[in-house]
DNA sequence: GCGAAGCTGTCAATTAGCTGTCAAAGCGGG
DNA sequence: CCCGCTTTGACAGCTAATTGACAGCTTCGC
């Protein structure tokens, strides 16, 4: 899951990217609004969590500018101020849910996780793949019913090719769906890394990931 | 396990959570519609115990928001009235179970453990796994028939574990499922204290608990 | 009520094993 | 045959997990 987080006080933005870090989630930080637009011009997120005050402006634009693009991506919305007026403000103006500082670290991620849950109802199917099956709400990876051990990144990085089965996918584009960017700068190689941390894994299977020299990746069968 | 009690009615509310609490089940209070809907929309409840009177309102507003967002959580609805007509028209909204007022509080869990068990069909009350037999209504787990003796997390804790017997379960899932939110806040690093004592106390037996750094626990068997 | 026993959860030291870097070797295309 | 991309092994670092010790609470028997 990849977030942006947009927060100008220092001691939250750590807590809160720190706790979603450790869950293995992509989270990015701005500072203020500008930060925030360029960061949101450049990269599909999959949660904003926005705050309300910020040095340059008001988290309103922020969310004015997602809205007008068209854009569904689910925001929830930070403030220290309680009032209901603030909060149908928030919400008319297209946020998805409203949380008041000080808060539970753990409601936030309850709440960003339910938030999840209403964009994409249902989607608890496992997902196969000639004869591996991929099961994202057990964290599992059978090849033909037995299963493997996959570390975190690796099953990660079998769930982008595996959403973008027989399609070649950027080494580019996994990169930025594993790391986020204030991951301090990892190299690409990372990549390369773990494709073949993942081929050893996936030997015994009768799939493979093939390299699209100059290109990319790309999951196939070998039938 | 992890409950919504809607109640607000104080000294029946207390009755009811310290019964659960007492058995180590998390139980979140909600004292009206608004509380109730702005809990069910941050966190997953294995059984909601509804209230029908309530101060803003009726119970079934709850019941339609539940049932409208197409969750199958199991519902149970208490009510002062005993009319028969009352009764059907809580199950036409989707309650699973009724209780009329005033109870006993061991029905009530019964009937809990019931919806449960409907939930998941291959549930007959107890649930085998290898050689352990773990009986929810009594309370008791025992290794091939003897039975041992676990503390309330403890007990807890396997619930969870077996429930979602041979999958992965995230740390941070345990943590929720085990702690309810006014337990003012528990270090995560409870979790992986009592994975280590319920793991001694399994010691005997033919499961056990695997770590997957990073991902979670996972109940096996070693058959 | 009182003391004992057991249950809970914190802390901190230790261990384990994932992560990502580096660099060397391999490979493919022109 | 050369260049640049890719693969891979070794390794250091680091974060997550394990575990023992301990203090505060509950519970229970008397």
């Known amino acids: ?7 100008d006080t220092e001691d939250v933005a750590d807590a809160i990217i720190s706790s979603f870090a450790r ?5 990015d930080h701005a500072l203020s609004v500008r ?3 360029e960061s949101l011009a450049v990269q599909d997120y999959d949660v904003v969590i926005l705050d309300m005050g910020l040095p340059d402006g008001d988290g309103t634009e922020i969310l004015e500018t997602i809205r007008t693009a068209g854009s569904r991506t689910p925001v929830l919305v930070l403030t220290a101020r309680s009032d209901i007026e603030d909060r149908v403000f928030a919400l008319d103006k297209g946020a998805d849910d409203y949380l ?13 996780r339910a938030m999840l849950r209403r964009q994409t109802p249902d989607r608890s199917g496992v997902i196969s793949f000639a004869d591996i099956q991929f099961d994202p709400a057990a964290l599992m990876v059978s090849v033909s019913g037995v299963p493997i051990n996959l570390a975190r990144r690796e099953f990660n990085l079998l769930e982008i090719l595996l959403a973008n089965r027989e399609r070649v996918v950027p080494k580019e584009k996994i990169f930025e769906r594993m790391f986020s960017f204030n991951e301090d700068d990892v190299n690409v190689n990372a990549v390369e890394l773990y494709v073949g941390r993942l081929r050893r894994k996936l030997a015994g299977s009768s799939v493979s990931i093939k390299t699209l020299r100059g290109m990319g990746y790309q999951l196939v069968s070998d039938e």
Not at 1 to 7: G, T
Not at 23 to 27: E, L, S, T, V, W
């Open 1 to 7: 899951m990849r977030l942006l987080l947009v927060e």
């Open 23 to 27: 869950r293995g989630d992509a989270i």
């Open 35 to 37: 930060a925030a637009c």
């Open 100 to 112: 008041v500082k000080p808060f539970d670290l753990r409601e936030l991620h309850a709440r960003v």
